[in-house]
């Protein structure tokens, strides 16, 4: 059982309970499974109890603990605020691993894993389309300094962000490629649990980079990029032989964007970190930068912000087996959103693009969603 | 029984409000604490003081125990026995009333300590507690009915000190209203009004004679400024003459001695001193120069004093010792089966080395069973000290866990008796330990349960034994 290599983190636990709430103040729950499910089983005291049980063998492994464990976004608000710093997301992909093991894993998340296995990208769209949203050729395939890693939500769902992307690029003036083959980064794989079923993805993608002979890939998703960042290396037992970085700290440390003409915007806009982006890689900076190149425009930070934002709940495909979650976690958000009177929500994700716009729509928001190279875009 | 208990509570609170599933009970067992509890047989989550009513009214009528429990954040042990009903407060989480005129909130009981605090803060108002004593995510309730030792307890005094008016449900289904509450057509602005001071039977009485379901209490304006100073003492009796002559001029809001466990980062010294005034601004200046004055005079060395803001500030309790949790705490699975109560300022000259000695007579134990001393701290309170011995054990290894509650149970008798210290936190841990100690005002206690609680329902064998 892959918990035992996390027996001393598990018995550290103090029960205290601030992976529920704010450590220093505040009436809201910071675990959106937790605050949609109400159960301590759905957040981070007792997932730590369930570990315990499983350790001591008072528990067993079955589709109850299952669903508790894997109806988590992986949004890591437990953990940046746990008293006892525990390393309490590797806790849970332990959990995740050993249920995996044990063909535990949930229906909806497992239904991933044949498109996944058959097209290259989870959504079971053919390969031979995932460039459509490219302006042409030209740049396909061919040698150049950057790599842009579009990512299958952007290649197929979120187009929008894809051509943003690009487009950027491109007015920038940045020598960049995109690659002919890229499949999924492997990033359903390791949230469902299966991480070596990943390897082949991850080889494949980084192969395929080093013909490109780019020294820097820049991501749109903050997920494909912690992929390649924090997993792959470990996952692969060597670095990388290329810098990976989300294409707003790219942006941030760019020449040629801070010198760039951009367009007045003369809007009010919140931004929604995303999870993944700000608690797992710790960007907070370089997007807030990014919009503040836009002239004319002014930033108001929701309550929730950096550190300690709230999730979109459309994290580690969770919407595959508890749509509630997702629905109840991007509700909250967006009124979060909503209440501070921004015209527009700005996210660097293209999955907390999609549970945003999925709540507005449904409320019929008045307030735009949009991903911040689609309003960096518009302004050039 | 569990099936049929499940669908019988459902019919209360609706079906996705209680549980049965091994996987939720489990975690309901136990509190922060070392002591192992049964897993209750069902989970029930009300959101109502009505919805309360009826299932004590159900449990009445089938004799089966309910425990109460809000975030369960006492270190104290819950009792929680095998098969009961588990009643989780934290949907009652409403702020009923914010009357800033009058100076109170009236909140759920199941209200979060801190958030009802985050509510008020921008209104230039708290709760007259800050943080009520327990850990962040406390409940209201909770902290009420184990009546906390809470920070500021210097100045501001227990937890229980500033509660206007209780809601209780009686473990026979009636509500009742204390004070000024009880007349329908009042305010709960008066604890003392009405007749006897009800509320008082319930404030520290861990949820056996009733379930508090809403909670007034008194606010305090958020002082104008926070001052923090830290002082070092060769002798620990230097630093508790200091800690009394602050708390006789009433010098600090807050005064923590550190007597053992790791001395904090960087420091040398005996015993050491954290100070905190919260004031308006010329008086917090006047009160932390006459509290400098007193400790300086009783030898004690102004150090940084970061880690006390820190502590003040983020109520985080290993940075008593200017640490980072990370260090000292993290990654350690030791447990902490801790004692605590009150003794006179005095008399914790006496208790202090009582300890000391037993530490140096179990030096060998504590070093074949891996005992660490945590801490050997006291929050100055308003006529006397809360001292709080804190062992720790290795919760991986069944031999430490045994020598840590025996140990536990010693020092509890020994600080009872010699230490002359009388428990503030209770519960399932200690009281076997100390209530039987209490004659005739234990058997008195005992009367009132059986009295009130006939069919023994509520938390039943915490802090008193029933019917033997």
């Not at chain 1, 950057?146 to 979120?158: E, I």
């Not at chain 1, 924090?230 to 760019?254: C, D, G, N, W």
């Not at chain 2, 049929?4 to 609706?14: F, T």
Request: aromatic share 8%; net charge negative.
């Amino acid at each position: 059982m892959r918990l035992e290599e996390y027996r001393n983190q598990i018995y550290s636990c103090l029960r205290c309970g601030f992976c529920f709430d704010h450590a220093v103040g505040g009436t809201e729950k910071i675990c959106p499974s937790y605050a949609t499910f109400g159960y301590e089983s759905y957040g981070a005291r007792g997932k730590m109890a369930l570990a315990q049980g499983l350790i001591e063998g008072t528990l067993e492994y079955d589709e109850d603990i299952a669903e508790r464990v894997f109806a988590c976004t992986s949004c890591g608000a437990c953990q940046q605020e746990c008293f006892k710093f525990l390393p309490l997301a590797e806790v849970y992909d332990a959990m995740k691993q050993d249920l995996a093991e044990r063909h535990l894993t949930p229906d909806g998340m497992t239904s991933l894993l044949d498109p996944l296995d058959a097209d290259g990208n989870p959504y079971g769209k053919a390969q031979e389309k995932r460039l459509d949203w490219a302006p042409g050729r030209a740049r396909v395939g061919r040698t150049a300094e950057v790599v842009l890693y579009v990512g299958c939500t952007p290649s197929y769902v979120r187009r929008g962000i894809a051509r943003s992307a690009y487009t950027i690029l491109e007015s920038l003036g940045v020598d960049f490629a995109l690659l002919e083959d890229e499949v999924c980064c492997g990033h359903p794989q390791i949230a469902m649990g299966q991480p070596q079923s990943a390897v082949g993805q991850i080889e494949h993608n980084l192969s395929s980079i080093e013909r490109s002979g780019a020294r820097t890939v820049v991501f749109a998703c903050p997920g494909c990029l912690e992929t390649f960042r924090e997993k792959a290396p470990r996952l692969m037992q060597y670095p990388l032989p290329f810098e990976a970085v989300h294409i707003t700290e790219f942006l941030a440390s760019s020449d040629a964007f801070a010198h760039a003409a951009l367009k007045k915007q003369s809007r009010v806009v919140t931004y929604h970190d995303p999870c993944t982006l700000g608690r797992g890689l710790g960007i907070y900076d370089a997007p807030r930068d990014v919009l503040s190149a836009v002239p004319g425009s002014r930033q108001v930070e929701m309550p929730r912000t950096r550190e300690r934002s709230y999730c979109c709940g459309n994290g580690s495909f969770v919407r595959y087996d508890h749509e509630s979650l997702s629905i109840e976690t991007e509700q909250t958000r967006l009124h979060e959103a909503m209440a501070t009177g921004a015209e527009a929500v700005i996210s660097a994700c293209p999955a907390c693009q999609i549970a945003l716009l999925d709540a507005s729509r449904r409320e019929k928001a008045d307030i735009e969603v949009l991903d911040i190279l689609e309003w960096i875009a518009k302004s050039l | 029984m569990g099936l049929e208990l499940r669908a019988e509570l459902a019919k209360i609170v609706g079906e996705a409000n209680v549980t049965d599933r091994l996987a939720d009970r489990v975690c309901y067992s136990r509190d922060c604490g070392p002591d192992e509890a049964g897993i209750p047989a069902v989970v029930v989550r009300p959101e109502s003081t009505e919805q309360v009513v009826q299932i004590v009214r159900w449990a009445n009528e089938h004799a089966h125990p309910i425990y109460t429990r809000g975030r369960a954040t006492t270190f104290l042990g819950s009792g929680v026995k095998e098969g009961v009903i588990l009643l989780e407060t934290t949907r009652m989480n409403r702020i009923e009333h914010v009357d800033i005129q009058a100076g109170f909130v009236t909140a759920q009981c199941g209200a979060i300590w801190h958030g009802i605090d985050a509510t008020l803060r921008p209104l230039g108002w708290e709760l007259a507690v800050p943080g009520g004593g327990g850990l962040f995510s406390c409940t209201i309730g909770g902290t009420v009915a184990v009546n906390a030792t809470p920070h500021g307890a210097t100045e501001y005094g227990m937890t229980g000190d500033h509660v206007l008016a209780l809601e209780v449900v009686l473990p026979t289904g009636e509500v009742i209203r204390t004070g000024s509450a009880a007349n329908p057509a009042s305010e709960p602005i008066e604890r003392g009004a009405n007749g006897p001071d009800l509320a008082g039977l319930f404030i520290g009485a861990y949820g056996i004679l009733g379930i508090i379901t809403s909670v007034t209490y008194r606010l305090r304006p958020v002082p104008e400024v926070e001052q923090f100073r830290f002082f070092a003492f060769d002798d620990f009796r230097d630093a508790i003459d200091a800690a009394g002559g602050a708390q006789a001029r009433g010098a600090a809001t807050f005064e923590v001695g550190l007597f053992g466990g790791p001395k904090p980062q960087g420091e040398t010294g005996d015993a050491f001193l954290h100070v905190v005034v919260r004031d308006r601004a010329q008086a917090a200046e006047d009160r932390m120069r006459e509290a400098v004055a007193i400790c300086t005079s009783h030898n004690g060395r102004p150090r940084p004093a970061e880690g006390t803001r820190r502590y003040w500030t983020e109520h985080m309790y290993s940075w008593l010792r200017n640490t980072a949790p990370g260090p000292y705490y993290s990654d350690r699975p030791y447990f902490c089966p801790e004692v605590a109560g009150f003794v006179s300022t005095q008399g914790l000259k006496s208790a202090v080395s009582i300890f000391r000695e037993m530490r140096d007579e179990r030096s060998a134990d504590f070093e074949t069973y891996g005992i660490r001393v945590k801490g050997l701290d006291a929050y100055f309170a308003r006529n006397g000290a809360y001292l709080w011995i804190d062992t720790l054990y290795d919760g991986r290894r069944q031999d430490a866990t045994e020598y840590g509650m025996k140990l536990r149970a010693e020092i509890a008798e020994r600080m009872f008796t010699d230490g002359k210290m009388s428990p503030g936190g209770l519960g399932a841990g200690i009281a076997p330990h100390i209530m039987p100690k209490l004659g005739e005002t234990y058997a008195f206690l005992r009367r009132l349960k059986d009295t009130m609680d006939p069919n023994g329902i509520l938390n039943p064998g915490l802090i008193v034994e029933q019917g033997t």
